[in-house]
């Protein structure tokens, strides 16, 4: 089975707060995508879901999600880091 955890995670804004969210997987990446995403379903977004459903499914590294996903964050604007937390 394809280790879906991200060797760095990706910080994203949450909710209206301002809050911060820390996602460290790519299931965690996907129940973003589908739950918490604030902008429109655009194709960034549905090739970010898509690239999860990959790496879930074991056929594409987790990376290539992370990538994916970090393109769409930037597209909505809930983007906050992709570094290592200090």
Not at 12 to 38: F, I
Request: glycine share 4%; with cysteine; charged share 25%.
């Amino acid at each position: 089975m394809e280790n879906n955890r991200f060797d760095t995670p990706v910080t994203v804004k949450a909710g209206d707060t301002g809050d911060s969210q820390l996602l460290r997987t790519v299931r965690e990446t996907s129940d973003y995508l589908m739950n918490s995403w604030p902008g429109k379903k655009s194709p960034k977004h549905r090739a970010a879901l898509q690239a999860c459903h990959d790496a879930i499914a074991g056929d594409k590294p987790a990376m290539n999600a992370r990538r994916a996903f970090i393109a769409a964050a930037r597209e909505v604007n809930v983007f906050i880091s992709d570094k290592a937390p200090a």
